[in-house]
């Protein structure tokens, strides 16, 4: 079974974006890019499956500028078989993704395509349900557990609430909640060993697809700051000032 | 204009986040119309008829929409959609598996997580796990966006719109509920409660964040959450978890207790009305955005912090 997994090249968790002066765009020029913590977990499942001898292939894809390809070799060291990078400098929203992730998966023919349930940069939670609908494919979105049973998937979801299992008939879309599992690190052998993997090319043009923004971005803008309070020196003065100063208990 | 709201509902009842996300669509402005996707779903149906604003209520209900699977109520709206010039449903999980797959069969896009409304076309909604907020507009037909419902006060009630019938279509046949398990608790939902009382990694252990900060919250009739890092640890269920990637709240009281207050938690309570922190360190970054700060032991201080309320 061949499992088609989604990378994202995101701005890093731990750095704290700045707005260009303008207010035009995020600035993220100069700034630490990593994988999406979401993605790494697609990742490590696609690879958790494999070693439990249940897919046989596991192909990783990310889409955008040249610095994707090492995205993808991120990939390719903890485990995937081969990348394919659809390069290009169009800023690439949700739906554009959906539609080459399909051409893509059109010719790979997957039984299983995992992706990150959202990036960090555009917080969207939006490709997996979409490339699910344009395959007309079943959806276990937010997954903490997936089981493969014979031409069905189990996945639990993380909803509102608790949890919820579902049992979708493959090929189907998986996007991944944190708990999922936990990302292998990856060690040097394995880095060295992912350059030499295959990594193929190819454009939004040659998959034939319209990769054009629908939503423009007008503005912007930081959040107002929330300022810092005072320090109390006791419970008794906290509920004090809680009563009534603030007069929310 | 003509705008579509999607029911949160358990065919028994609507959830508030239904009343929200209402609010969102008299920002617009037009015609609002509420649909109801379910199984047995006419209690929840009623309850949407009584939403001040709302002018009709449609009700598409039929087994195969029982556990309101993505697979078959995306048919289900798309086929309504085409009438309408906005269709709106609450950010919650439900809303943000459902809506993307109804928008890429329309060939639209979405926004995700609406704040604000500027026009019909241009909206305000977070990124970057709100430390940026964007203001986009859209050129699509019809547009599709989840609402953060913090963001919006809940409608009135005391409508009485009509209940009208609508096709529900098919089963889709690749998707099957087959099992739910929900946290049971007599306390207030976390997205809809006043006063929050959370936990972090602090807490050490299951047994102590649910022994420590129960009584508060009992006291407080407050919902309890949590920080992912204690979701991670197993001290606290999955959908306690506040933040980014968790529930966004906005209560008049939360209370951070042994938290210290990563970015990613920030961004899911720092709209609440007040925040108090309790952290042993004083240079936790959550007493950066708290209006009262505590530097103190947890352990002694809740027990205090019960003890003083009790007086």
Partial sequence: M???????????????????????????????????????????????????????????????????????????????????????????QPLAVAKLLKALADKEQPQLVILGKQAIDDDANQTGQMLAALMNAPQGTFASKVELAGDKVNVTREIDGGLETVSLSLPAIVTTDLRLNEPRYVKLPNIMAAKKKPLDKTTPAELGVDAAPRLKTLKVAEPPVRKAGIKVASVAELVAKLKNEAKVI | MSILVIAEHDNGSLKAATLNTVTAAQKIGGDIHVLVAGHNAAAAAQAAAQIAGVAKVLLADATHLGHQLAENVTPVVVELARGYSHVLAPATTHGKNLLPRVAALLDVAQISDVIAVESAD???????????????????????????????????????????????????????????ELTKSSRPELGAAKIIVSGGRALASSEQFHSVLE???????????????????????????????????????????????????????????VIVAINKDEEAPIFQVADYGLVADLFTAVPELIAELNK
């Avoid at chain 2, 939360?254 to 309570?269: C, D, E, T």
């Fill in chain 2, 122 to 180: 241009t909206f305000v909604r977070p990124i970057y796990a709100g430390n940026v907020i964007a203001t986009v507009q859209s050129s699509d037909a019809i547009k599709l966006m989840t609402v953060r419902t913090t963001a919006f006060d809940a409608a009135a009630t005391g409508g009485s719109a009509a209940v009208e019938n609508i096709s529900a279509g098919s089963d889709a046949g690749k998707s099957s509920f087959v099992s739910q």
């Fill in chain 1, 2 to 92: 061949k499992i088609l997994v989604a990378v994202k090249r995101v701005v890093d968790y731990n750095v704290k974006v700045r707005c260009k002066t303008d207010g035009s765009d995020v600035d993220v020029a100069n700034v630490k890019m990593s994988m999406n913590p979401f993605d790494e977990i697609a990742v490590e499942e696609a690879v958790r499956l494999k070693e439990a001898g249940k897919a046989s292939e596991i192909v990783v894809a990310s889409l955008g500028v040249k610095q994707c390809e090492e995205t993808l070799r991120t990939a390719l060291a903890m485990g995937a078989d081969r990348a394919i990078h659809v390069e290009t400098d169009t800023e690439l």
């Fill in chain 2, 215 to 273: 009584p508060l919250a009992d006291k407080l009739g407050a919902a309890i959450g949590a920080s992912r890092a204690a979701v991670d640890a197993g001290y606290a269920p999955n959908d306690y978890q506040v933040g980014q990637t968790g529930k966004i709240v906005a209560p008049q009281l939360y209370l951070a207790v042994g938290i210290s207050g990563a970015i990613q938690h920030l961004a899911g309570m720092k709209d609440s009305k």
